[in-house]
């Protein structure tokens, strides 16, 4: 629904103008200022692109469960200072993961066994990388 009403304003935006423009060209010259019509003519444009905004649906994140080992934290460099990831073998995989955290998490132990909650990139498409939310293990 949503798409339909973005294309269909975006063609309202478009094409009204010039439809106003080309066939009712002789009306628009009768009012004072004929650029005001144009100006009106973007009106319907306008209202489908924001209905259609307004009716997208709104990406909501399911949350995950996961345990495991943790190997080390891994610092990147980027052009603006460096960020840090949390590496971790998971239980179920065995595979190294790396996960984005929040600074306002604690500090936990390298080869200490924990739980976390987080958002899974695999399982939200929106994501690019993972993220640890919360731990949910004592530590």
Do not use: W
């Amino acid at each position: 629904m949503s798409n339909f009403l973005l294309i269909l304003g975006l063609i309202f935006l478009v094409g009204f103008p010039i439809y106003s423009h080309l066939y009712c060209y002789q009306k628009i010259q009768r009012f004072k200022d004929p650029r005001v019509f144009y100006f009106f003519s973007l009106i319907p444009g306008v209202i489908f692109i924001s209905s259609a905004m307004y009716f997208s649906p709104v990406d909501t994140f399911t949350k995950s469960e996961e345990c495991g080992v943790v190997e080390q934290y891994k610092t990147f460099q980027k052009r603006k200072g460096h960020f840090e990831r949390l590496a971790i073998v998971m239980d179920q995989s065995g595979y190294i993961r790396y996960f984005d955290f929040d600074d306002t998490l604690p500090r936990v132990q390298v080869n200490q066994h924990i739980c976390f909650e987080l958002y899974d990139r695999f399982k939200n498409k929106g994501l690019n990388q993972s993220r640890i939310i919360r731990i949910l293990t004592p530590y």
